[in-house]
C-alpha cells in the first residue's frame, strides 16, 4: 500500500521552536502560492494606505493586497471601499492609474462598468445588435461583481482583508500597538511624497530585517557614527501576544556619549563606529520631541505587510509587496500633519534622506537581503540561527535580541499551518 505524499509545507519545519528557521521558505514557490491564500487572502489585516490620499468621494487609489492588484476607493457617502483589480468579465486590471476619481469604473477591453461598491452595473451590447447576439436570457449582473475587501482604518492608516473572518482591527493589532499606532498618526495627515524600491529578495526577508533591532548599529554606518541609534540607548522591545506585530523603541541620550564610556561598542570592534566623521549639515540631526515623550526612535510592524517609522521627525509609512518567491516592492510613504508649521515641514523633508532605496539610514537594508537571495542555492535542509536574546518571542527591555523576529514566525506558522 503506498503511503501519503507528504505536504512539503508541514515537513518543511525541523521542530517546534522558533529559533531555526529552514532556508527553503525564502525561494520554495509552493510556499509562496500557500502564502497568497493562506496569509494575505486569509485572516489578516494588510495595509493599503491612508485616508488622506482619498478624501473625497470618488477618490481612488490603486494598491495591492499582497501581490494582488485592488482598488480603494471613497464612496459617495464617505466610506471606504475596495475590492479586486480586475474586471469580472475577462480579468483585464479595471484601473490602470495610481489615484484618481471616477463616478464609475469602466473596463477598457470591453466596456463593462462598476460602482463604487463594485457592483456590475453595465456591459456593452448586453441585449445584442440589431436584435441579434448579447448576452443569455439568464445573465444577470449582480452574480458578477468584483472580489469585495473588507475595509477599516486606524488613525488615518487603511487595512484590507479578503477574509470575513478576519477579527475586528483594533482586536487584531492589540491595545499596545494601537497605543504606538496613535502615538505617531495623532492628528490629520498630508503626504509629503512617494518612493517605490524595488528590492530583489523574498519579501519575507525585508520584513525579517524591519523587525531586527540587533543588525542596525553593525550594519549602518550613519546610525552609529553620528549617534542616532546605539542598542545602548535607553529603549525596548514590544512583541504582541501574536507576535506577529512588534515595536522596537529608543531615546537619544541626553548627553552625547564620550569616548570610552560605550565599552560593550568598543569591545566589538564594529565597522560601524568611527569618531572622525562629521556632517557639514549637522541641522540634518536635529530635532524636535514633537510627541512629548523622548523617543527619538520608533519603528513598528504590523503582520503581514506594514512598517511605522519615525526616525527623529522623519515620519513614513511602508507597504511591503510581495512580487514573487524572489522579488519585493517597498512603497515609502513620507507624510506629516496638517498642521505643520514651516520649518518642520521643512525638517521633516531634509530627514526624508535618512530613508529610501538611497538614504543614509536605510540603504543597506535595499542590499543585505538581496545578499540572502543570493546564497540560497545549496541550503537544502538547512536553517539560519535566530537565538540573540533566548528562544521565546515576547516584549523585552533589551534590544540587543532577535524576539521580534521569532515573534514573526510564531504568526506566521499559525497562519500557514507549518
Known sequence: MSQAPINPATALWPNDGLTRVPYALYDDQEIY???????????????????????????YKTTFLGDVPVVLVRGKDGSLKGFENRCAHRGALLCLERFGNAKAFTCIYH????DHDGNLTGVAFQNGVKG????????RREDHGLRRLKVAALAGLVFGSFDARVPPLEEYLGPEIVQRIRRVLPRPVKVLGYYTQTLRNNWKLYFENVKDPY???ILHLFFTTFRVNRLSQTGGIIVDDSGGHHV?????DDQPEQKGDDRDYEAAILRADHDDFGLKEPALLGGRDEFGDGITLQILTVFPNLVLQQVRNNLVMRQIVPRGVDQTDLVWINY??????????DLRLLQSNFIGPAGYISMEDGAVGDFIQRALPGTVGDTSIVMMGGDEAASSASRATETSIRGFWKAYRKVMNI
Open 33 to 59: 502560492d500557500r502564502e497568497r491564500q493562506r496569509l494575505f487572502m486569509g485572516p489578516t489585516w494588510n495595509v493599503l494606505g491612508l485616508e488622506c490620499e482619498i478624501p473625497n468621494p470618488g477618490d
Open 111 to 114: 466596456a463593462w462598468s462598476y
Open 132 to 139: 441579434e447576439g448579447g448576452m443569455p436570457d439568464d445573465f
Open 215 to 217: 543588525h542596525a548599529s
Open 248 to 252: 522596537s523603541y529608543s531615546k537619544l
Open 336 to 345: 506629516g500633519f496638517e498642521d505643520d508649521d514651516e520649518d518642520l515641514a
